[in-house]
């Protein structure tokens, strides 16, 4: 394998990981952000989120000095290949994605690239964007000579990235024109930066960048839909008596429907599945074609039902909510994470406030982050067993291993009244209820 010198614009989840996970390639890689106090820190090997083997392989990458970080763009201009990492967030006047960083990033970018006089020179675009984002960037790149822009999605799911972005189940490279003999150099160019990752042969996939944009925003869409497909079965089993993990159990065991992502609770949160699915929504409208995936709207609008079904659920345990002591299992936006961008778990404990409630969040990585958000709103205590202690109501909506394995007999005597709300349906009706819990669930009746 040959050694690229390497950049990767944007270091924060996504671009932080693929700037590590490209060192251990054995890359010459050198990562860029504007946020000066992250970059610091990742100079100091210190990780910003919670990831398995993140820090182990941020630590190689700078001992080995393969790994470096900078605030400015003058320090890229001799790398050869440079990634976009930045983020794409919710616009805050509507659904749409916001591709302010990009554009400023790409622009920036621009000035320091003619320094490499017409040498070839690849842009590789990593960002969940709207299909036709690629091409408008690639314009901006266009006065370059020897510039080439490919969109090449990630698919990484937090908890995995590492190991989602160095053995991925597919690579998709978007070009601007496939006929192209321009195109053909640049995708040889990702191949030999990705050539490792190519010795497990993953599938490649070569199309248009318009493809490759809506892969990546179609995948996120299907994802969110089928969870939100059993939470929407939850509520026909929750009037009907059925219980929705036996109906998901069984239908999952259909290979063309597969068991993944059919678990029912209180719906998808994080940085990508709500936002990503808004943006497909308003870049279809913005084309016209609204109504084809005016089918997402419902998927949105159930997930956000099921946070309202725990509020309810709280209401018919204890009445009127004020001044009641409520405990919120997790803060996280999913188990062995410390994100809670657009968790479900702190969205509930907000409404849980609102109605009036004493609310205790607890969760073992996320409560450093939900602080900002949940200041003034509840009692953030780490300890599981004080964070029990004294609660009329428990509600489990992040499935951490620790909350799954909760022992009834043991919490019962730590709480004040053994009611607890399953917004992940992870706990055993039967030996919580034998226990003398009072126990409600999100998709199974009483
Ligand atoms: C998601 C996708 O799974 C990745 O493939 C994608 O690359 C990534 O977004 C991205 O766009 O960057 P991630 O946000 O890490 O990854 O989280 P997921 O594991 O997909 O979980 C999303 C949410 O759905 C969580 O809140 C989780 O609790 C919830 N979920 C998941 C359910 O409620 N039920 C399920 O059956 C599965």
């Given at each position: 394998m040959t050694t690229t010198t390497l950049s990767v614009i944007g270091v924060g989840y996504l671009g932080a990981v693929h700037a590590a996970s490209m060192a251990e390639l054995g890359h010459e890689v050198i990562g860029l952000d504007i946020d000066a106090e992250r970059v610091a820190a990742l100079q100091a090997g210190i990780p910003p989120f919670h990831e398995p083997g993140f820090a182990d392989i941020l630590a190689r990458g700078l001992a080995t000095g393969r790994l470096r970080f900078t605030?400015?763009?003058?320090?890229?201009?001799?790398?050869e290949v440079h990634f976009l990492g930045l983020g794409t967030p919710q616009r805050a006047d509507g659904?749409?994605?916001?591709l302010s960083h990009l554009e400023t990033a790409v622009d920036a970018l621009a000035e320091v690239l003619?320094?490499?006089?017409?040498a070839p020179t690849l842009v590789v675009g990593k960002s969940t964007v709207p299909a036709g984002t690629a091409r408008l960037l690639g314009e901006r790149l266009a006065?370059?000579?020897g510039v080439q822009l490919v969109w090449n999605p990630e698919f990484l799911r937090e908890g995995f990235a590492v190991q989602d972005t160095l053995d991925p189940d597919r690579l998709v490279y978007g070009v601007h024109?496939?006929?192209?003999a321009a195109a053909e150099q640049a995708i040889a160019m990702l191949d030999g930066v990705y050539a490792r990752i190519l010795e497990n042969q993953p599938p490649r996939l070569v199309m248009g960048y318009e493809a490759a944009e809506l892969v990546k925003t179609s995948a996120n869409a299907f994802l969110a839909t089928k969870i939100s497909f059993i939470n929407a079965v939850s509520e026909m089993c929750e009037v009907t008596g059925a219980d929705v993990t036996d109906v998901a159990r069984a239908v999952g065991m259909d290979d063309r429907i597969?068991?993944?992502?059919?678990?029912?609770?209180v719906g998808f949160g994080g940085g990508c599945l709500p936002k990503d699915l808004r943006a497909f929504i308003a870049s279809a409208e913005e084309h016209g074609v609204g109504e084809a995936l005016g089918f997402l709207r419902e998927v949105d609008a159930i997930n956000d039902r099921r946070r309202g079904r725990v509020v309810e659920l709280a209401r018919e345990l204890l009445?009127?909510?004020?001044?009641r002591r409520v405990t919120v299992?997790?803060?996280?936006?999913?188990?062995?994470?410390d994100d809670v961008r657009d968790s479900p778990a702190l969205d509930v404990a907000t409404r849980l406030r609102a109605a009036g409630a004493e609310v205790t969040v607890t969760d073992p990585e996320g409560l450093e982050n939900a602080r900002p958000r949940m200041d003034g709103l509840a009692e953030l205590e780490p300890d599981l067993d004080t964070a029990l202690q004294g609660a009329e109501l428990t509600v489990l909506l992040t499935e951490w291993s620790q909350y799954r394995e909760l022992d009834p007999a043991r919490a019962g005597a730590l709480v004040t009244a053994p009611r607890m709300i399953d917004g992940r349906n992870v706990l055993d009706p039967q030996q919580w209820r034998a226990a003398g819990w009072t126990l409600r669930s999100l998709g199974r009746a009483d």
């Open positions: 605030t400015d763009y003058a320090d890229l201009a001799g790398a659904f749409g994605a916001d003619p320094s490499r006089s017409g006065h370059l000579e024109d496939r006929e192209d597969g068991a993944k992502f059919l678990r029912a609770g009445g009127d909510l004020h001044g299992l997790g803060a996280a936006f999913k188990p062995d994470s």
